[in-house]
């Protein structure tokens, strides 16, 4: 055969090329994303257009904000002189003038380092029970810092607050005394009636005592005097942290053969989940007094706490109820066969795999929670919304809406973030350790 009749025969390879611009890139990704479609291209069309229509309407706004000025009006006078008459602009100043009322609400100026402080403590108490990386150790320290912040916040004798953290000391021992000796129901009641006696008759009288022989103290701050987002966390922090064991109990009461337990546990959720929370926070705040002793002085913000931490406990506990009928019947069946009792078996098996199943659920009960915390204001307390109507109700500020409530919005946004990315940190986390 001839060399005419040989078909060609590459005898190097080409070098690599690049693909096509189009199946690279960012052009690739608009493509397959943006307009994969006729349907999806008019979509982003139609978004770009109000991204666009938002934001040029709201850069100017906040690009030509007035930080320093003592009124409204004198804010649109510094407006008139530098930017001109009618340009939209933001009256910030009042953030400057007010920031204090807005998060500390009518607490002493010269007490401001106590909420500053208590915020502090409480975040570096809190991390050795939500990062496993640090020492169980410093557990001890998680437990004392409840008390150190009431005492900071409410102040008075610091030997008041000692005395009544003792109270739990001896409910914890007496607990473990009654269950070694009678069980475990006996040990529940009874540390729990030791405590209250002791807290109704012991610690008030202990107290005094300890503080006429050693007089320690910080000024006393009345809970009316709390406001804007000190109220809001005191509130929200309370009613997370109360909220979640009672809500694991009142899902573990519904789920129980009891038949006493179980209606019981039923019938408080139903009827908590049934009534809006305003209606729980007006009967906090008007009704229960008619249920106390003439001349009970029952602290407002106390009652709040109570109301709110029973609202999410209820939802918590349904919650959570989910979790533990998520579980495969085998894990219960599992437990039973290595010899466990039922509180065992829980705590070691049932509960934890319930409780991560339960994960989002949870966190988005408090996360909720902590907003509705704005409720408060309806009931007299000067929440962050209730303080906007004051600050409006002066002369200097009348007429101001829209920069106090990006304020508080910015201000919620950041705990409520913060609480949605520990949730999905904690998901990985434990994702990560099952697999």
């Known amino acids: 055969m001839s060399d005419k009749n040989v078909s060609f025969v590459r005898t190097k390879m080409l070098p ?8 690279r890139g960012v ?10 479609s006729w349907l999806n291209a008019i979509l982003t069309l139609v978004s770009i257009w109000l991204v666009w229509f938002v934001v040029s309407h709201l850069t100017p706004w906040f690009a030509n904000s007035v930080w320093a000025a003592e009124s409204l009006s004198q804010c649109r006078e510094i407006r008139d002189a530098t930017i001109g008459n009618g ?8 953030i400057t003038d007010r920031w204090q009322q807005l ?17 502090v403590l409480f975040v570096v108490g809190i991390l050795p029970a939500l990062f496993t990386a640090i020492p169980r150790k410093f557990l001890i320290g998680t437990a004392v810092t409840p008390f150190v912040l009431f005492w900071l916040l409410w102040g008075g004798s610091v030997w008041t607050t000692a005395a009544g953290a003792l109270g739990f000391v001896i ?3 007496a607990f473990k005394l009654l269950t070694d000796r009678a ?14 006696a002791y807290w109704l008759f012991a610690a008030g009288p202990l107290g005094d005592a300890l503080h006429s022989i050693l007089p320690i103290g910080i000024q006393y701050v009345e809970s009316k005097n709390f406001g804007g987002f000190t109220l809001s966390v005191v509130i929200g922090v309370s009613g997370i942290i109360l909220s979640l064991p009672l809500g694991i109990l009142l899902a573990l009461g ?3 053969d009891m038949f006493i337990v179980n209606k019981l546990s039923t019938g408080f959720i139903e009827v908590i989940r049934g009534v809006p929370l305003i209606v729980w926070l007006f009967t906090a705040s008007l009704i229960l007094n008619y249920f106390l002793p003439p001349g009970t002085n029952f602290d407002l913000m106390l009652r709040v706490i109570i109301m709110v931490t029973l609202f999410s406990a209820a939802y918590i506990a349904e919650v959570v109820r989910g979790g533990l ?20 078996s829980m705590r070691l098996i049932i509960l934890p795999q319930a409780l991560k199943i339960s994960i989002p659920g949870i966190v988005n009960t408090f996360i909720g929670l902590f907003k509705d915390t704005t409720l408060v204001v309806f009931i007299g307390l000067f929440d962050p919304i209730g303080l906007t109507n004051a600050i409006r109700a002066s002369t200097n500020w009348n007429g101001i809406y829209w920069e106090l409530y990006v304020f508080i919005g910015l201000m919620f946004f950041v705990f409520c973030y913060s609480m949605g990315r520990y949730s999905l940190y904690l998901e990985k986390k434990l994702q990560r350790e099952h697999r």
């Open 87 to 94: 340009v939209p602009s933001a009256c910030f100043a009042v």
């Open 183 to 196: 069980g475990l129901i006996v040990g529940v009641g009874g540390a729990v009636g030791i405590s209250f």
């Open 171 to 173: 409910g914890y021992y």
């Open 254 to 256: 519904r789920k129980s």
């Open 103 to 119: 998060l500390f609400g009518f607490y002493p100026n010269t007490e401001y380092w106590r909420p500053v402080l208590a915020l």
């Open 16 to 23: 690599q090329s690049e693909p096509p611009i189009g199946q």
């Open 325 to 344: 009928a998520a579980l495969p019947k085998g894990q219960y069946e599992a437990a039973d066969s290595l010899g466990l009792d039922y509180w065992k």
């Open 27 to 36: 052009v690739k990704w608009i493509r397959e994303n943006l307009f994969s």
